[in-house]
């Protein structure tokens, strides 16, 4: 793709401007281009969340790079015409809206794609209908399936950040439907008392009845990977992705699995930051800073991102921030091939240990889930920014409803780099119930930091479960301990589990079962262990 000579130039934009689609709605956007010179590139750009969105958008840096850059707005938002409809419509929307930018004078037929969480799905989905002319793809924090890892996490209803970005979105389309002439009156009256105090809208039972969000009852009534998401997941096939893909996570993003997960299947450069969804590039998160080394800047992630859609050299094959290092470190692949994996065994009496307890006797504690253990910090996306990342678990450490497995003082440094998973051998006096667990770096003066964690909803009051954690590089020094704390929720960021066996988003504040927990210490962590 050609490059230009100078760093600034003229520049010509069009807004509002109308693109059709094969069904007849017309979607708008503003296009940017060089006002001299071309034919041109194109980086396109489709958004669900209005004009402001784009104020992140490298616009002058794509121009400065030689492309014409299309800020689209997503059928039914912004000044788009046509419904909503969340991820159906995108990978036939970016099809056609690609061939509409290839027919341009000022095109010469070739268009990349790039974003982060929504958008970078829309450029995913847009990718895996193999339109003419797209080249390649830049896909930020973004999930790999609609049900799994997005709404569903280990078959617990992500409800935290589904109230979240479900109320957004349905502000956005009340906002919609005023400026084309629509009476929104009695929406806004729905959704204002959920827009302004999630945390009481959180605690609605059955939580199928949480109000002013049209697709609310779709997703609390499909949590089985049923029909409902087999549709919209064949909006995103990856054996149809024939375009090279670059991929960046978020040690602390909620779609850490979802981008892990469109790598392993499409393969490309990989770069993992210690960013969150809310602040992806950022020096620091939760209660860390890790300096201005650590942010996007440092490695000049946006010139690299370029760089890979214009088809040149962007840097190592895989790079990522190892957490208590603090620093960046250049792979051949992920996962790291020299990762040992380890097992740190769960004893009765709360160690945590590389060899097997002596005793079988299980530990115990009582979830009501009228008072579950309240979301602190991890891969979030609610209402409370700061909520989000490393944060301080002793509070929560001191619920005797989280029991807690804890090392002995680490005597050298202990590298975990890679997928952590905990694998429960559980039981309940509930028809069924959830199982979560946190991974934990306790520092000499007793902070006790969240890494990452996990949950899984069972489907039998016992029985060995696998717990995903995800994964992290996180280096535990010495004079640390590593620690895992293990419960039955942790709300909001993932719904109550009711322990009736039946669907949880039917249950009602009367059907909530007490359930009294055992976990038996044939129970382990693993760890990728990375030799130092």
Not at 284 to 309: C, N, V, Y
Not at 324 to 335: A, I, L
Request: charged letters at 20%; aromatic letters at 8%; a negative charge.
């Amino acid at each position: 793709m050609p490059k230009l000579d100078r760093p600034s130039l003229p520049v010509t934009v069009e807004h509002d401007a109308p693109m059709p689609m094969r069904d007849g709605t017309v979607l708008r956007g503003s296009v940017h281009r060089p006002a001299t010179g071309g034919p041109f590139p194109a980086l396109l750009m489709r958004t669900p969340y209005g004009e402001g969105s784009f104020r992140m958008a490298p616009v002058l840096p794509a121009l400065q790079a030689g492309f014409a850059v299309v800020l689209q707005h997503c059928r039914g938002r912004g000044t788009s015409d046509g419904e909503y409809r969340p991820w159906l419509d995108e990978g036939q929307d970016g099809h056609d809206t690609i061939a509409w930018i290839t027919a341009q004078p000022w095109s010469n037929g070739e268009v990349v794609m790039s974003g982060m969480s929504y958008l970078a799905g829309c450029a995913l989905q847009a990718a895996a209908t193999r339109p003419p002319g797209l080249k390649a793809v830049v896909a930020q924090m973004t999930p790999h399936d609609f049900h799994d890892g997005l709404k569903y996490h280990g078959g617990a209803f992500a409800l935290g950040s589904a109230l979240n970005w479900g109320a957004l979105q349905s502000m956005l389309g009340l906002v919609h439907a005023m400026e084309a002439g629509e009476d929104a009156g009695a929406g806004f009256g729905t959704l204002l008392p959920v827009l302004t105090d999630q945390p009481t809208a959180a605690r609605t039972l059955p939580v199928s009845d949480i109000p002013g969000i049209p697709w609310w009852q779709d997703w609390t009534g499909h949590p089985d990977r049923d029909g409902y998401w087999q549709e919209r997941a064949e909006t995103l096939r990856h054996d149809r992705i024939e375009v090279p893909v670059m991929h960046v996570a978020g040690w602390f993003d909620l779609f850490l699995a979802g981008t892990l997960e469109n790598h392993r299947r499409l393969g490309g450069p990989l770069v993992i930051g210690p960013w969150s969804h809310l602040a992806p590039g950022a020096s620091g998160t939760g209660r860390l800073d890790f300096g201005f080394a650590a942010s996007a800047q440092a490695i000049r992630l946006e010139q690299r991102q370029l760089a890979f859609l214009q088809g040149q050299d962007a840097g190592p094959a895989v790079q990522i921030f190892v957490m208590g290092d603090d620093v960046w470190r250049e792979e051949e692949s992920w996962p790291l091939a020299r990762a040992v994996e380890t097992r740190y065994h769960l004893h009765g009496d709360g160690l945590l240990s590389l060899e097997p307890p002596a005793s079988a006797e299980p530990a115990a504690f009582t979830f009501d889930p009228r008072d579950p253990v309240p979301t602190l910090g991890g891969g979030l996306l609610l209402p409370d920014p700061t909520n989000v990342g490393p944060q301080d678990q002793r509070d929560v450490e001191l619920r005797p409803d989280v029991l807690c497995y804890t090392s002995e003082v680490l005597a050298a440094d202990v590298e975990v780099t890679g997928p952590v998973s905990v694998t429960l051998h559980g039981e309940t006096s509930a028809a069924a119930t959830d199982w979560t667990a946190k991974l934990v770096n306790v520092h000499p003066d007793g902070r006790a930091l969240s890494v990452t964690d996990g949950i899984v909803r069972t489907p039998a009051p016992s029985g060995t479960y696998a717990i995903d954690l995800v994964a992290t590089s996180q280096v535990f020094k010495a004079g640390h301990r590593i620690r895992v704390e293990v419960s039955s929720s942790n709300f909001p960021r993932f719904d109550r589990n009711p322990g009736t066996g039946g669907p949880a988003a039917g249950a009602t504040e009367a059907d909530l079962v007490v359930q009294h927990q055992k976990v038996y210490p044939d129970s382990y962590l693993t760890l990728p262990i990375v030799p130092r």
